[in-house]
């Protein structure tokens, strides 16, 4: 039963153009959603966070918006540059779990020159 | 900046071998984790340790054990290593409590095969 969900597996957007990655949750007790960047042969690292009190965060060139309703989030990245090429997870963590964190499948965004 | 280090890069064992993969953090971070990465399943918790000497099952314990015996050190062990778990295998650690606390850090990860 997949609680966080990235349903594409992979995304081409051209540079300099908006990036949107999306990710689902099904799990009502997450209070936490966190945006990481993985490139091959590296762990993952943290780009970015948003509390469930929020609707949106925003970092640089790189915002996050939370629908609680619709239980989803997406992260932008605008505007696109090569380097974000990489594999973007999505995680979340329930207010009641003990630090851990449940983590979608990824999604592979590819920036095209 | 915090630096979480893993033993080894890329690994190729026997089926059957013993395996260590060891794991040190230099934040002082209460929480230490043990994922592997699979294609299209993203990261799924192996074990994961908030104190000295305490450990938890994640979703996959199956087949792994854990030790941590000091707080910047955290080891997984395969007891007999079989093909399927063939896998990147990646630490991380986190802070106990404070701001920050659900951000987890990751090394580099260990690219496991098992022939």
């Known amino acids: 039963d997949q609680q966080v969900k990235q349903n594409s597996p992979s995304l081409s957007v051209q540079e300099g153009r908006i990036s949107i990655l999306n990710c689902d949750y099904t799990n009502s007790m997450f209070d936490y959603f966190l945006w990481y960047k993985k490139y091959p042969a590296e762990g993952p690292t943290f780009l970015i966070s948003?509390?469930?009190i929020k609707d949106k965060n925003e970092d640089g060139r790189f915002t996050v918006f939370l629908n609680k309703s619709a239980k989803h989030l997406s992260l932008h990245i605008v505007p696109s540059q090569p380097g974000d090429s990489a594999v973007y997870f999505c995680a979340a963590r329930a207010w009641d779990s003990n630090y851990q964190l449940i983590w979608g499948a990824g999604t592979k965004l590819i920036i095209k020159p | 900046d915090v630096k979480v280090t893993q033993s080894s890069r890329y690994l190729v064992k026997r089926t059957g071998e013993k395996v260590f993969l060891e794991c040190v953090q230099d934040m002082d971070h209460e929480n230490m984790f043990w994922y592997r990465q699979d294609p299209g399943l993203g990261l799924r918790l192996i074990y994961f340790s908030y104190d000295v000497k305490m450990k938890e099952k994640g979703d996959i314990p199956e087949g792994y054990s854990v030790s941590r015996e000091k707080k910047e050190r955290f080891s997984l062990i395969l007891e007999s290593a079989s093909t399927n778990q063939t896998s990147m295998y990646l630490c991380a650690s986190s802070r106990g409590t404070g701001r920050g606390t659900y951000e987890q850090y990751f090394g580099p990860g260990t690219r496991l095969t098992v022939t």
């Open positions: 948003i509390s469930s």
